[in-house]
T-cell receptor, first 114, second 115 residues
Framework: AQSVTQPDIHITVSEGASLELRCNYS??????LFWYVQSPGQGLQLLLKYFSGDTLVQGIKGFEAEFKRSQSSFNLRKPSVHWSDAAEYFC????????????FGTGTRLQVTL | DTGVSQDPRHKITKRGQNVTFRCDPISEHNRLYWYRQTLGQGPEFLTYFQNEAQLEKSRLLSDRFSAERPKGSFSTLEIQRTEQGDSAMYLC?????????????FGPGTRLTVL
């Protein structure tokens, strides 16, 4: 069965500081990996995705993530955080073809201090 | 492209009542998904459709839940005899098997409160 672990429930960073959010997954085949962001009371916005190829993927809002197969990880990074980045971040794993349902982690809440 | 829309955005109901939610996917997206998100958790898969066919249902989807997508466009999710444990955010997503790699795009959700 597929699963996602986000070990950090809550992270606080100062505006302008760098950010790394951790994500570990379990999946029996080649995974499709995603990061979504959710603002309070809102739906999910897709930040970036990994399907294959280059293991460093770029997303919107200056975010990037690196796929490391040997560590079963897909960590999200941003070199300089803005106050507007405060939100909940979810990592998700899905499959190909008919196995496309997403399995999400429990999320990491990011707080940004000024 | 107007995105995925859901209606209503909020629903308050009394225990035992029936509720129905609607989801309008991105036009020409042939796949539609329903997820449920409770407080402090990530979304959990409930069911999905390809065109009008319901291809998979989670064990989370009890007999009180039913979903339809009659013409392969919008979908409805009905909960009968609601219970307080049904209180959650219900999220709809859509994707295309013809464009991209099937990325799922989410609507704003319907927040259900069962009193």
């Amino acid at each position: 069965a597929q699963s996602v672990t986000q070990p950090d429930i809550h992270i606080t960073v100062s505006e302008g500081a760098s950010l790394e959010l951790r994500c570990n997954y379990s999946y029996g085949a080649t995974p499709y990996l995603f990061w979504y962001v959710q603002s309070p009371g809102q739906g999910l916005q897709l930040l970036l995705k990994y399907f294959s190829g280059d293991t460093l993927v770029q997303g919107i809002k200056g975010f990037e993530a690196e796929f490391k197969r040997s560590q079963s990880s897909f960590n999200l990074r941003k070199p300089s955080v803005h106050w507007s980045d405060a939100a909940e971040y979810f990592c998700a794993v899905g499959g190909t073809g008919t196995a496309s349902k997403l399995t999400f982690g429990t999320g990491t809440r990011l707080q940004v201090t000024l | 492209d107007t995105g995925v829309s859901q209606d209503p955005r909020h629903k308050i109901t009394k225990r035992g009542q029936n509720v129905t939610f609607r989801c309008d996917p991105i036009s020409e997206h042939n796949r539609l998904y329903w997820y449920r998100q409770t407080l402090g958790q990530g979304p959990e898969f409930l069911t999905y459709f390809q065109n009008e066919a319901q291809l998979e249902k989670s064990r989370l989807l009890s007999d009180r839940f039913s979903a339809e997508r009659p013409k392969g466009s919008f979908s409805t999710l009905e909960i009968q005899r609601t219970e307080q444990g049904d209180s959650a955010m219900y999220l709809c997503a859509s994707s295309s098997t013809f464009a991209g790699r099937g990325e799922q795009f989410f609507g704003p959700g319907t927040r259900l409160t069962v009193l």
